[in-house]
């Protein structure tokens, strides 16, 4: 590769080279390629001669080794094999999910098609939660060896070192590290005081993005970010609105995650630590990703002194609610 392709090496997935690739493990494809919502890989719906089309995901190199991808593949399969809809890569003959090409990881994957869910809808969110306490009860069977786990130093204190000295402007310097220190320190002063945390397998990214609803039920897709973590890494997420609105659906999620996996009611606590180490590590992502062309052109708001104004104020919106008292079950 030329250290132009090491930069951006997704430049290279040309429609010719997708094909190829898909075709080096025995399918024909038709000549159809489509891009899909995806900026950490490279997602593409491609068609199969005399088939459904495959979905086809290249990783992003350098992001995650082979003994952490295939660790992603090994939960799904896990999944599925106790009757959860997660959608899982396909196999060869040899059994193999992870495959090689032209210095690309890729997986292939069935076209699955739904719609996101409605999470206003108390009804779904109950539905939910029991699919969610499914996946818990798999997920805290056993632990992941090679995928890392949620901490705040990975998320918080590696974020705001990597933002403070990249890209805040410097007028606004000042301000940023001022309330993201004391914003970090209430985050560790919470998670010393809940004590130990039980940290299970999780999907980690668990909005409604990452699920297709069909069939009356979800199904979950995208687990590249599945990693250790507290079981609320994946509830918090679907949670929207103010105080009385976010109680409403947090009962309900719960009301039906109980039927399968027993809520830690002190994880509670946790709802604002975790929203608070998300939006340190997003804003980190955008900027570690930023010499990926595809990043500027799509999220042309990011690195702007307002942008960067109105994230200071969030932090400082955080801050506040570390201080209020945690959301409590009806």
């Known amino acids: 590769m030329s250290e132009h392709d090491l930069t951006h090496p997704f430049e290279r997935l040309t429609p010719s080279f997708l094909m190829d690739a898909v075709e080096s493990q025995g399918h024909w494809c038709d000549g ?26 290249f990783y992003r190199p350098q992001r995650w080794s082979r003994e952490q991808i295939l660790e992603e593949h090994e939960f799904s399969f896990d999944l599925a094999e106790q009757s959860l809809p997660a959608v899982t890569p396909w196999r060869n003959e040899k059994g193999e999910t992870l495959f090689d090409y032209e210095g690309f990881m890729f997986a292939l994957f069935p076209r699955r098609g739904g719609h996101a869910p409605e999470l206003d809808n108390l009804d779904n ?86 699920m297709l609803w069909r069939d009356d039920a979800p199904h979950f897709v995208d687990f590249d970010d599945a990693r250790m973590a507290p079981a609320m890494q994946d509830i918090w997420m679907l949670l929207s609105g103010d105080r009385h609105e976010q109680t409403q659906q947090l009962s309900e999620i719960v009301d039906g ?42 999220f042309s708001w990011f690195n702007t002194e307002r942008y960067w104004g109105e994230h200071i104020l969030q932090l400082r919106e955080q801050l506040a609610l570390l201080d209020e008292e945690p959301l409590k079950l009806l």
């Open 32 to 57: 159809r390629t489509f891009p899909l919502n995806s900026y950490e890989n490279r997602v593409y719906q491609v068609g199969i001669e005399d088939q459904e089309p495959m979905i086809a995901k």
């Open 125 to 210: 969110l109950f539905t939910l939660g029991r699919l969610l306490g499914r996946m818990h009860l798999v997920g805290a069977s056993k632990d992941f060896a090679h995928r890392p786990t949620l901490t705040s130093q990975t998320f918080g204190h590696d974020s705001v070192a990597f933002l403070s000295e990249r890209f805040i402007p410097a007028e606004l310097k000042p301000a940023y590290d001022s309330v993201a220190r004391d914003l970090l320190q209430g985050v560790d002063e919470i998670l010393k005081a809940c004590g130990e945390i039980e940290h299970i397998r999780v999907h980690g990214d668990c909005h409604s993005g990452n």
């Open 257 to 298: 995650y109980n039927e399968f996996y027993d809520f830690k009611l002190k994880e509670l606590r946790l709802i604002e630590v975790l929203r608070s180490l998300r939006i340190m590590h997003y804003s980190a992502w955008l900027g570690r990703r930023w010499e990926d062309p595809a990043f500027p052109h799509s």
